[in-house]
């Protein structure tokens, strides 16, 4: 068994503007392998959301989404 552990820099993957080969890399082992998060994960990735939206980066709709995803 493989896997590997995935903090807060991966809120890169809601900003077009910062796609890396790391997120892409990263983004298709989440689909193929085990992920460990920190417990505090989703708290994290909202904050920068909600942070993103106050500066124009992301539509409040887009937060309102991913939101959802990561409650999941």
């Known amino acids: 068994m493989t896997g590997f552990v995935l903090d807060c820099s991966i809120?890169?993957?809601?900003?077009e503007d910062e796609?890396?080969?790391i997120c892409d890399t990263s983004s298709e082992r989440v689909r193929d392998e085990?992920?460990?998060v920190p417990s505090l994960?989703?708290?994290e990735l909202g904050n920068v959301?909600?942070?993103a939206?106050?500066?124009g980066?992301?539509?409040a709709a887009d937060v309102s989404t991913r939101l959802e995803?990561?409650?999941d």
């Open 11 to 15: 809120a890169d993957w809601c900003f």
């Open 19 to 21: 796609a890396s080969e």
């Open 34 to 36: 085990e992920v460990l």
């Open 41 to 43: 994960l989703h708290l």
């Open 49 to 51: 959301m909600i942070q």
């Open 53 to 55: 939206e106050r500066r």
């Open 57 to 59: 980066r992301m539509m």
């Open 69 to 71: 995803l990561i409650g």
